[in-house]
């Protein structure tokens, strides 16, 4: 039960200080993020290839529901300031953590129970004749993912919190890279157990199609899965990971709050990113000419980069065939390549030639990226799909930390808070317009293009133009104007805050 922990007395003052975090303990915290990395392979990886490839639903509904669950992000907002008043177990980030990873753990059970219900009442009225039943099973999906969201923002900001308060300024940067980068190794192990685990799933189908009698063999092309195996086992998978992902975040967080946490011995609380509102990040990016680009900027390179997101495991299921087990390994080559293309441009990279320069050929990247990847359906070779996705990885993590790079170059110490989080939150719902989009245009290209990868090809042709408009943006910022006129103009945003 939570507990009010307001104190309006003087903060205390510290007896002793709190030990420092060590690299093994950065670790450790790490494990929460690659719990995370797990279960969006699940969520992102998994279902949406489900929901669009093996039961027929429109790629609107399954891009939208999923979507539902990142539309909710500026909840974490309210999160992150109840954290900070109320404790949870007596800890103020910690069972916030672990009551919130246990609820949406559920929520992910909950919503393949009702995915196969939804599927079901689509085959039975048909394509987009729906009945009342369909119109039930879509409403209560996009429920449960909203569930989902704020479950995971009830989590992941008092965890982000958390990173705050065992942390100083000098060993902030090493701990949060530390902890990002284990998301990143939750994807790529996500991806290669998951489809471990999927293939056991399909060898299952395989036995069961030979003993009655139907394993059809041609060039060795995917056996289809019956969907009774494939339920069955999609069902233990999604038992079984969410058991492991609470013990992890339970592993990651356990004992650390008390050991390390400065949180109360500090008389000021940060700007955080989870203390900023939506309509506050808005004032905030459109503050000035300047920071009105770079926002524009960002927005734009979230969109294309992430409009893939719900459609390309899809993609490797209807244009070239692949099982399951297969397109959910796309994403391992996805996280790997975004993994070594974080970790290496900021030592080979940027400063050879610059954090613009780095974002601007990061995004050129990209957009050849998905090129390759429309190229790879004409083909219709896994390996070829494979090795694209692997280049926009690396590419996509050139992009976003030059980005980054660039947005804290930009604004000075005394506002960056600020800044940061108001690109946060307005990242978060980037992130769910692009998983929307991904789903509308690609039903938009079934209804135009008989062929599959034409009608694939069209998300990731718009994400290849919206890259080069991006570039098109970032060239108008000026950092010398940046730097000038920001500061001051974010300054009058904050002022007329706190005037009413």
């Not at 099973?137 to 704020?150: K, M, P, V, W």
């Not at 356990?254 to 509102?277: L, N, Q």
């Not at 290849?464 to 010398?480: K, P, Y």
């Amino acid at each position: 039960m939570a507990t009010s922990d307001l104190n309006f007395s003087s903060p205390p003052q510290e007896t002793s200080p709190s030990p420092q975090v060590k690299l093994p303990t950065m670790f450790r915290l790490g494990l929460f993020q690659m719990a995370l990395g797990v279960m969006s392979i699940l969520t992102l990886g998994v279902l949406n290839r489900v929901m669009i490839s093996e039961l027929g639903i429109p790629a609107t509904i399954a891009a939208g529901t999923l979507a539902l669950s990142q539309f909710v992000a500026p909840a974490r907002v309210w999160f992150g300031q109840l954290s900070d008043s109320k404790t949870i177990f007596g800890l103020h980030r910690s069972g916030y953590v672990w009551v919130g990873t246990a609820l949406f753990t559920f929520a992910a059970f909950l919503a393949v129970q009702v995915m196969w219900q939804l599927g079901d009442s689509i085959r039975e009225a048909g394509g987009w004749f729906w009945s009342g039943e369909t119109v039930f099973f879509t409403a209560l999906l996009g429920l449960i993912f909203i569930f989902y969201g704020l479950a995971l923002s009830a989590s992941s900001t008092p965890f982000a919190a958390l990173l705050v308060d065992i942390s100083e300024e000098e060993n902030r940067s090493r701990l949060v890279g530390t902890v990002w980068s284990m998301l990143m190794v939750g994807i790529v192990i996500g991806g290669v157990s998951g489809g471990i685990l999927l293939s056991i799933i399909q060898q299952e189908g395989v036995i069961w199609s030979a003993n009655v009698g139907s394993l059809l063999l041609s060039n060795e092309k995917v056996i289809q899965t019956p969907l009774e195996t494939l339920q069955g086992g999609i069902n233990r998978l999604f038992i079984v990971v969410p058991l492991v992902v609470f013990g992890l975040a339970f592993l990651a967080t356990w004992g650390i709050e008390k050991k390390y946490s400065r949180y109360k011995s500090r008389s000021t609380v940060a700007d955080r990113e989870d203390s900023v509102t939506l309509g506050r990040a808005i004032r905030v990016l459109t503050a000035s000419r300047q920071t009105g680009l770079f926002f524009s900027f960002l927005i734009m390179m979230t969109i294309s980069l992430f409009m893939q997101e719900a459609v390309l495991e899809p993609y490797g299921g209807e244009v070239f065939d692949l099982p399951i087990s297969q397109t959910t390994q796309l994403n391992a080559f996805w996280g790997l390549g975004t993994l070594i293309g974080v970790s290496s441009t900021g030592f080979l990279v940027v400063p050879r030639i610059g954090k613009q320069n780095t974002t601007r050929l990061g995004c050129l990247l990209v957009a050849g990226s998905f090129i390759l990847i429309i190229l790879s359906g004409l083909t219709q070779e896994a390996v070829v799909l494979k090795s694209a996705v692997f280049l926009f990885g690396l590419a996509a993590g050139l992009t976003t930390t030059g980005a980054i790079s660039l947005m804290l170059d930009l604004t000075a110490a005394e506002t960056a808070g600020t800044f940061i989080g108001a690109w946060g939150l307005a990242q978060a719902l980037a992130r769910a317009m692009a998983t929307l989009a991904g789903g509308i245009v690609l039903d938009v290209g079934k209804a135009l293009f008989t062929a599959p990868v034409f009608a694939y090809g069209l998300v990731f042709g718009l994400q290849a133009l919206g890259m080069l408009g991006a570039i098109g943006l970032l060239n108008r910022v000026d950092v010398s104007e940046f730097r000038t006129t920001t500061n001051q103009a974010i300054s009058t945003v904050m002022e007329g805050d706190l005037d009413g």
